[in-house]
Structure formats: structure tokens, C-alpha cells
């Protein structure tokens, strides 16, 4: 007899016949009614367990969490919430679980608290949910990406260099730390090194993805990326997973196209596959949000902001507008950003919010920033002012989460990227073959990096960032 999951057969409208299910229990009452749960679906399976199946020893231990083989047949319910129920022919206890020390209780958990529990936090309906929605966002994008015929690129975690410059980076070394090799002027010599060099985790694949795009004309990456920036915030992850296409022969229009329609596809395919988690994180968030004074409750449900971003263009604007209208915001006349705002600073989270949760109330867009606050590849704007130097770069900002995409064309042109990465005090020779892509057929091309976990954020509502991925890294937090 074949073990069926769970939601297949709630799914499935049949009764009558017979099978087998393994789960674990969420709550057992009145000693008849185990709610059992095997994680496809937060709907747990109801199992009676007549009178004299059992004996009383085994009857104690159906405890919460505790895991069982059920054989029964499948009838319909005559009791509210469920259509079916399986009346249990015969149980089998595989794995005893110890109520008083079990940490999960069959009620409503803190977040802060499953945090600190987080290798159970996915037996609740709430991480069930996040971590079924995160699973089917990743296997939406790699199916637009295959649909439209792009190549799926699988980038170093270990490499030498540093694709954004902004000097983030987790080194990685088999030199003893307490007492390395050292140069005559007490450097450390990495010569001696693992791979004779100085190495780090990757903080984006995309010079690796430019090689790709350069001969397949279409990539995309998907990975693990690694920074070491410091910030405790509920956006930033030491360890988070980026989506990274890139493509030949495509400008930033056409990049600024394809995200869009990439967000929309994720949000899309969220809501057709995952109706039941999403709808249950939507009363979850309604529910917290009843608790907040009605001024500070958001305008739309979680369901209803989906579906918005679906029907609606993203709005968009250069930075130089985004610069003006955070000038002329009642925010800033009345002193309420805690950061200056001009032209050319690199936009803080509280303007890039202001922007998409009060000014447009959308996802934005925003291209033309200053060359100065950008990386080096990217496309330097024909004909700027002296002084105010743009590059094609694309941010796209999206409501309670900020940037969720960093994008741009990038610099085709060997000279001008050759002058920037000497300014930029880059190291040219050692990236030679970087520029060998700008040297041999170069072609003008573009690329973005989609957050994944801030995409996860966006779709389930959540607000922590650290609730969206299995295994939070943040600063002094690595615990397994
Ligand atoms: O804007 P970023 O730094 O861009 C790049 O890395 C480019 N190489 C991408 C490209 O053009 N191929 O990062 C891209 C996105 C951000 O918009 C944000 O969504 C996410 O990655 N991100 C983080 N997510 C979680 N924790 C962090 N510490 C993040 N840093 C960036
Ligand atoms: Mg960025």
C-alpha cells in the first residue's frame, strides 16, 4: 500500500477507498482526533481513532509532533472544516515525541520566538506556507528563463574577484589564521595560499554571467551570494540568493522589460500554484494588521497587492526626478528624513521608500543614476554634464521592501571601461580576461539581479528578511 500525501488526497474528491499516510501530529483530541500533518499542504488530514483500536499505552503516545504511519480508508466527514477524514484501520507510532519538552505548542508562536527555535520553525502552517511559496518561485524562474531560452549558468562561489568593488567579501583561506605566511614587509603572502592568490565568496556571478551572455547571447544565474556588510537590518542577509540574467544584444530598455515581466511571472505563478498558503498568509497579515491603530494600516491585502502589481506598469523615472520629488516632498520640508537628500547621493531606504509607498504607490523603476555611486561596469550616458556623469543603471524599488532589483547596460566600450576601472583603482590586469569580452566581438549588453529573497518578502507579505530563507546568516548569527 503506497503512501499518498496529504494534499493529493484532500485534493482528490474520492472516498471509499483505502490508504496509507505518514505524518506527524499537530494536536490530538478527546482521544479521537489526531490532525495530522506531512508538510504539502497546511491542512492537516483528520484521523479517527475508534473506540478500542488502540490501547491506552499507544493512545498516550500520540502526542504533538509525534510521527505515525496511518492506514485507513478515506470517508467524508460529518464534521465541520473538512469534507474527509480518514477513519484509521490501523496506526503505527515511528518517531515518539515528548510533549513537555517539545518547544512548538499548538498555538500561535512569536516570530522573534520561532527565530530562536528556527530548526522546527518549519512544522508551523506559517514558515509551511513561506517555504512552499519559496520553493515554487524558484522553480517559476528557472521555468521562464528555460521558456524564453536561456541558459542556466552556474557561476563560482569561490573566485578571486570582486564584482561590485565595494569590498564586501568573505575571504577564503586554508592559511592558519593565528600565524600565516608573511611577506619580507609582514603582508600576508597568499602565495602560499590554497590557490596561490587571495580568494573570497562571490558576491555576484555576473562578470561570470557577462562570459555566458557573450556567447550563449542569453543567461541567467541563480546561486548563493555572499556579503559581508554589516547592517542588521530586516532587508540584508550575509548569505542571500540572487537571480542573475544577462543578455547580448539588449539595451536598458529591453532590461528594464524583462524584470518587469519577471516579477510579474513570479507574483503570477505564486498566486495559480500556491492559492492556499498565499490566502492564509493573507488572513495572517490581515489579522496583524487589525491589531496596528488604523492609521498605520496598509491600504491593500496581501492578495489584493499582488494582483495590483500584476495589472499595473511599474512607474518610471530617473533619478534626477526621483531626486526632485523627494526635494519637494512634505517628508523633507518638514525634516522627517534622517538622511540629506541632493543630487548624487546613493538613495537611503527611507527615500526609495517614500517614493513607492507614499509618492507613487507602485513599483518604480529608476535609471540614471550618478556614475559616482554606481559600479564600474556599468554603461556611461552619452552626453552629461561635466561633474554629472550618469550610467545606465536600473533600480527597481517595490513597496515595504525597497531596491529588490540592481541592474544595468553595461560599458561595451573597452577604453571607456579600461578609464573607469583605472580610476576606480581596479585591478585591469588581473581582470584581462573580463575585458577580453569587451576585446573579441563585444556587443552591447545588459543584465539585473533580482534579490530572490526580497522577492519571497514581497510575495508572502513578510516583513523580516530572515523569515523568508531556511537558514539565516546575519552579522553573529550562524548557529547551524
Ligand atoms: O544591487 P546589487 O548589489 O547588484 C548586483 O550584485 C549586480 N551584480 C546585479 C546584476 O546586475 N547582475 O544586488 C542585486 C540585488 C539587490 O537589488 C537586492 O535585491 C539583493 O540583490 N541584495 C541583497 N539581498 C539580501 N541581502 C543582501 N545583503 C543583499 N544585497 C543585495
Ligand atoms: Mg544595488
Known sequence: NKRIKIKELLQSKQTGHKVTVMGWVRTFRNNQFIALNDGSTNNNLQVVVELGLLDDETL????????????GEVVPSPGKGQKMELKAAAIEILGDSDAEKYPLQPKKHSLEFLREIAHLRFRTNTFGAIFRIRHSLAFATHKFFNDKGFVYLHTPVITASDAE???EMFRVTTLPIDNPPRKENGDVDFTEDFFGKSTNLTVSGQLEGE???????????FGPTFRAENSNTTRHLAEFWMIEPEMAFCDIEDNMNLAEEFIQYLIRYAMEHNGEDLAFLDQRLADEEKQKPQSERSEMGLLEKLRFVTENKFERITYTEAINILLDSPAYK?????????????????HERYLVEKHFKKPVIVTGYPAAIKAFYMRLNDGCEPGKETVAAMDILAPGIGEIVGGSQREERLEKLEQRMTDMHLPVEEMSWYLDTRRF??????????????????????????DVIPFARTPKNCEF
Do not use: C
Not at 503516545?61 to 504511519?69: E, F, G, H, M, N
Not at 562570459?211 to 544565474?221: K, N
Not at 537628500?341 to 538613495?347: F, H, K, N, S, T
Not at 566581438?441 to 522577492?455: C, D, I, K, S
Open 60 to 71: 498516550k503516545r500520540i502526542t504533538t509532533s509525534a510521527s505515525l504511519k496511518v492506514i
Open 165 to 167: 568593488g565595494a569590498g
Open 211 to 221: 562570459l555566458g551572455a557573450t556567447a550563449f547571447s542569453e543567461i541567467y544565474t
Open 334 to 350: 518638514k525634516k522627517k528624513f534622517k538622511y540629506d537628500v541632493a543630487w548624487g547621493i546613493d538613495m537611503q531606504s527611507e
Open 441 to 466: 566581438g563585444t556587443v552591447p549588453h545588459a543584465g539585473f539581479g533580482l534579490g530572490f529573497e526580497r522577492m519571497v518578502l514581497f510575495v508572502t507579505g513578510m516583513t523580516n528578511i530572515r
